[in-house]
């Protein structure tokens, strides 16, 4: 009886362990990265009445790496730095990273596509940015940053 019980729970062991193993699998099914998000967006809405708005979408390429699109409209004609930041638009934190920076026509309209982040940059992995960001976009551009004319949490 006793042989049949210490079966029964070692069973039991097994089959816990098994499905604990199939619920931590990581199958690229989400981003990559097993934890959830595999998408993160930012609407980016007008700072100071400047009348720039725009998008960002962050999404994980299969190497683990983050891209981020920044869409804008309704900008001054030239070049406009951009950047992730640590915490929220209303509490203006550092910058975490530099995006490539926009080039906006005479139409206002401007993208930008970044996805070369420093190697040795551990937080580079999309479900980082989950909490704790927000993309800003500023007047001049990377070598004559501004103040910012727009600004969104990602999410």
């Known amino acids: ?11 039991l062991l097994v089959s ?7 619920a931590c699998d990581d199958d690229d099914e989400n981003g990559g990265d097993g934890g959830g998000a595999g998408e993160l967006t930012a609407t980016l809405s ?9 998008t960002a979408t ?22 406009h730095a951009n950047h992730i930041h ?6 203006q934190g550092e910058v975490h990273l530099t995006l490539e920076e926009l080039q906006a026509g005479a139409d ?13 940059d551990p937080d580079r992995e999309l479900n980082y940015f989950a909490v ?14 501004g103040a910012v004319i727009s600004c969104g949490n990602i999410e």
């Open 1 to 11: 009886m006793r042989t049949k019980w210490l079966l029964i729970v070692i069973g």
């Open 86 to 91: 640590h915490v929220t638009c209303d509490t």
């Open 46 to 54: 007008e700072m100071e009445g400047s009348g720039v708005t725009g």
């Open 108 to 120: 206002g309209v401007a993208e930008a596509t970044t996805t070369d982040f420093p190697e040795e």
């Open 58 to 79: 962050l999404t994980e390429d299969d190497d683990g790496t983050t891209r981020v699109v920044v869409s804008m409209e309704g900008l001054p004609e030239g070049p």
């Open 16 to 22: 816990v362990i098994a499905i604990a193993a199939i």
């Open 132 to 145: 704790g960001h927000y993309i800003a976009v500023h007047v001049g551009g990377n070598d004559t940053v």
